[in-house]
């Protein structure tokens, strides 16, 4: 029976696959996108966030925790100090997997797995989309063409008829 054994072993062995989820989260962490294949970009969520959760609490016991699954001070103080400080108020989803085709050699689904918070692009065009799409802004927007033409009207009471418009009359 498969009781419990949900995780992909990607082909290796239990030290080989530690040490390539360790050296990939680094990466990842400090150049926040890298490229790779689909089955290990589903691993290395799996592996990474719950250690991304952990940089939220500064405290000397997360901190060892992290490093003794990740080996890189670079990577630890990078997540720590700043990483940490834009993931503070999500509650989880730290990473997003985007699907990029398939390899010419082998033929494998290939992606690319990025930090949510570190795309630029995406948070553009999210702060685009909530800027102009509210459902108060369609009740405004229905009474703007109504005062719109009532300041009409009173710029057109205003504005003193021409002469030679009440000679044609």
């Known amino acids: 029976m498969r009781h419990n054994k949900k995780f992909n072993h990607l082909s290796r062995t ?3 696959r530690d040490a390539l989820l360790a050296n990939m989260t680094i990466s990842l962490i400090l150049h926040k996108r890298i490229f790779t294949t689909l089955a290990k970009a589903k691993a290395l969520r799996v592996y990474a966030e719950p250690l991304i959760n952990r940089a939220k ?3 000397m016991s997360n901190r060892r925790l992290v490093f003794k699954n990740l080996q890189s ?3 630890v103080k990078e997540l720590f100090q700043e990483i940490a400080q834009k993931i ?3 509650p ?3 990473t997003r997997i985007l699907k990029t085709g398939n390899r010419l050699g082998d033929n494998a689904q290939t992606c690319f797995i990025e930090l949510v918070d570190y795309n630029e692009a995406m948070l553009k065009d999210k702060k685009d989309a909530k ?3 509210t459902r108060r802004s369609r009740r405004k927007s229905a009474a703007a063409p109504v005062e719109q033409a009532e300041k009409a009207v009173e710029a057109a009471a205003e504005t003193p008829e ?5 000679e044609a009359k």
């Open 14 to 16: 239990k030290a080989h």
């Open 57 to 59: 609490e500064d405290t």
């Open 73 to 75: 001070k670079e990577a």
């Open 88 to 90: 503070a108020d999500r």
């Open 92 to 94: 989880g989803g730290y």
């Open 131 to 133: 800027a102009k799409s």
């Open 162 to 166: 021409l002469p030679a418009a009440e």
